[in-house]
C-alpha cells in the first residue's frame, strides 16, 4: 500500500499532506467555537483528500517516468500551483476579501515570504493566522528537503559552486536521481530532517512560552523563526510583551538558516571538520556583528549627543537592536527588534533601508529556509576578487583553495557570478513590471527586492513609510507573487526547466 502510494505523482503526495494540514486549523477553530472556520478547513480537507484519492486510485495502473524534468516540475508546481488549494479554505473563512488576494497570502506564505494583504492582525481569526504559520512551517521543511532530495543532484540552489557539482563526483551524491523514485527519495529525506525540524520548533515553542508569551503567538514565532517567514499574529515580534527575552532565543534559533552545517551533514561534501571551518557561518557572523557595530561607532562619528546617565544603557540597547535586527534580515526573515527604534536612534539612520535590502539581498546559507542571493556564492565572489587583486601584484602566482574552502568548485566564481547577474537582470525586469502596473520606482525596488530575497517584511522596514500591497492592482499582486516563487525556486532552476535535455525521456 505504502509503495503504491509512493508511486504516485510528486505533486498529488503534496496535494494530499496539505489537505490533511487543513484539520489542525479546524481542530484549532472549533475549540474556539469559530464554526463557519471550522467547517471551512473541515470540508475543503475532506473533500480534497477524496478527489485525491480518485485521482490516485485512476494512474495507479499507468508507469511513471521518474527524470530530472519531474522533480523541478512538482517543485515549481508546489509553489505556483498549490497555493489555490491552500488558498480554498482561507477564502472561505475570511469572506470579506478576493480568491486572488486569498492566493496572495498562501504564495507569500508557502514560499516564506511573509507579504501579507492583511497589515491588521485583528482582521483575521487566530485559526486564520495559524493556517498561515502552518502554510509558512511547512514551506520551510519543503526546502530543507528539496535541497537534499531534488535540488543538490542537479547541482541547483547553491549547489553549483560546490564541489559536488565538479565532473567524476556525481558517484558521491547521496540522493542519485535514478537510485529510487521520486517518493522513496523524499520520504528518505524526511525521515531524516522531519524530526529536526519539528524538534527545533517545538523547542523554540516551548522556550517562548516559558517567556510569557501566548501559545498562539509563541507557536508562530516559533515557526516564523524555523521557516524563516517571517510571519506573526501579532504584527511582528516587536510588539510582543516580553521584549529583549524573546528575542534572544529566537536569536539563537536564527542561526540555523546561516547555514545547513547547523543541523545536517547529508549535502557537505569535502573534509569541512565544521561550522568553524564554514565559509557560510563564519561571514555570516562577521556581518552579524560587524554591520551593527559599524552602526554603533557612527553615534561618535556622527557626534551625536545623549545624556551621559543614559549613555550605557542607550548603548546596550542600540547595540542589541542591531545584532538582532542584521541577523534577521540577513536570514530573510525579516523580524524588527523592539530595540531597533533605540538602534537608529544612536546610529542617526532614520530609514537604514539600503542596510536592510542589502542584507536581505545576500541572503543566509545554501539549503536552508533562507532567501537571497546566499552566502556562499558571496563568498565565493569574494575569493575570486581577491585573488585576481593579488594577480594583479603577482602575476605568475599560483594559489590553492586552502583548507577552510574545499566546498567550493574550480569554476564556482564563474556560477556564482552567472547566478549574481540574472538575479539582478530579474530584480530590473520586476521592479520594471511593477513600475509599468502602477507602483512608484522605490516602492517597486523595493517589492522587487522582498520578493525575490522572500522577505516581506522589508515592505514595512525598508522605506519611509510601509508599503501597502492592498493598493496594487490584481496584475502588480499576480507580479509580486511570480517574483516570490522566482526568488524561492532560483533563477537557474527555472531555466534548468527549459533546457532540452530535462525534457527527452
Known amino acids: 500500500m505504502l509503495a503504491r502510494i509512493l508511486d504516485l505523482p510528486v505533486f498529488l503526495l503534496f496535494v494530499m499532506m496539505a489537505c490533511a494540514a487543513m484539520y489542525v486549523p479546524a481542530i484549532h477553530a472549533l475549540t474556539l467555537e469559530a464554526f463557519h472556520i471550522a467547517r471551512s478547513f473541515f470540508y475543503s480537507a475532506t473533500l480534497g483528500l477524496i478527489l485525491c484519492a480518485l485521482i490516485g486510485i485512476a494512474m495507479s495502473g499507468r508507469p511513471s517516468h521518474h527524470n530530472a524534468l519531474e522533480h523541478l516540475l512538482a517543485l515549481f508546481a508546489v509553489f505556483s500551483i498549490l497555493p489555490i488549494v491552500l488558498a480554498v479554505p482561507f477564502y472561505e473563512a475570511v469572506q470579506t476579501t478576493s480568491f486572488v488576494n486569498a492566493y496572495f497570502e498562501m504564495v507569500s506564505s508557502l514560499t516564506t515570504t511573509g507579504a501579507t494583504l492583511f497589515p491588521d492582525p485583528d482582521r483575521l481569526h487566530p485559526s486564520l493566522h495559524l493556517w498561515r504559520g502552518i502554510v509558512a512551517w511547512s514551506g520551510g521543511l519543503l526546502m530543507w528537503i528539496a535541497a537534499a532530495a531534488i535540488l543538490a543532484p542537479l547541482n541547483l540552489g547553491g549547489f553549483e559552486v560546490t564541489t559536488s557539482a565538479e565532473p567524476g563526483q556525481g558517484g558521491l551524491r547521496r540522493y542519485d536521481m535514478r537510485a529510487a523514485s521520486p517518493g522513496q527519495r523524499l520520504i528518505r529525506a524526511t525521515k531524516s530532517l522531519f524530526p529536526i525540524y519539528v524538534i527545533l520548533t517545538v523547542a523554540l515553542w516551548f522556550c517562548l512560552i516559558l517567556t510569557g508569551e501566548t501559545p498562539l503567538s509563541s507557536s508562530m514565532h516559533a515557526m516564523a523563526t524555523l521557516s524563516t517567514s517571517g510571519i506573526s499574529a501579532v504584527g511582528g515580534i516587536q510588539e510582543s510583551t516580553v521584549g529583549v527575552a524573546s528575542e534572544f532565543l529566537i536569536f539563537v534559533f536564527l542561526l540555523f538558516a546561516l547555514s545547513r552545517l547547523t543541523f545536517s551533514t547529508d549535502t557537505i561534501r569535502g573534509n569541512t571538520r565544521g561550522l568553524h571551518e564554514d565559509a557560510e ?3 555570516g557572523l562577521i556581518l552579524v556583528l560587524g554591520v551593527p557595530f559599524l552602526l554603533f561607532i557612527r553615534h561618535w562619528l556622527g557626534a551625536f549627543e545623549v545624556d551621559e546617565e543614559e549613555n550605557l544603557l542607550l548603548a546596550l540597547k542600540a ?10 534580515f540577513l536570514t530573510t526573515t525579516g523580524f524588527v527588534s523592539s530595540e531597533w527604534d533605540a538602534a537608529q536612534g544612536w546610529s542617526g539612520l532614520s530609514t537604514p533601508g539600503m542596510i536592510l535590502m542589502g542584507l536581505a ?28 587583486m593579488q594577480k594583479l601584484i603577482h602575476p605568475s602566482s599560483v594559489s590553492g583553495k586552502g583548507a577552510g574552502n574545499r566546498r567550493i568548485r574550480r569554476q564556482g566564481a564563474y556560477t556564482a557570478w552567472i547566478f549574481f547577474m540574472l538575479f539582478a537582470l530579474s530584480l530590473a525586469f520586476v521592479t520594471l513590471a511593477l513600475t509599468a502596473f502602477g507602483a512608484s520606482f522605490s516602492d517597486a525596488l523595493v517589492m522587487s527586492v522582498a520578493a525575490l530575497s522572500t522577505t516581506g517584511p522589508l515592505l514595512n522596514a525598508a522605506g519611509a513609510e510601509p508599503i501597502l500591497l492592498t493598493d496594487l492592482p490584481v496584475a502588480a499582486k499576480l507580479c509580486f507573487a511570480a517574483a516570490t516563487v522566482l526568488g524561492r525556486l532560483e533563477t537557474l532552476a527555472i531555466i534548468a526547466l527549459m533546457t ?5 525521456r
Open 361 to 388: 539581498l545576500m541572503g543566509g546559507g545554501v539549503a536552508t529556509t533562507a532567501g537571497g542571493v546566499k552566502l556562499l556564492r558571496v563568498f565565493t565572489l569574494y575569493l575570486n576578487g581577491l585573488r585576481e
Open 500 to 504: 532540452p535535455e530535462l525534457w527527452r
Open 281 to 283: 557561518f563564519r561571514i
Open 319 to 328: 547595540l542589541w537592536g542591531g545584532m538582532f535586527t542584521v541577523l534577521s
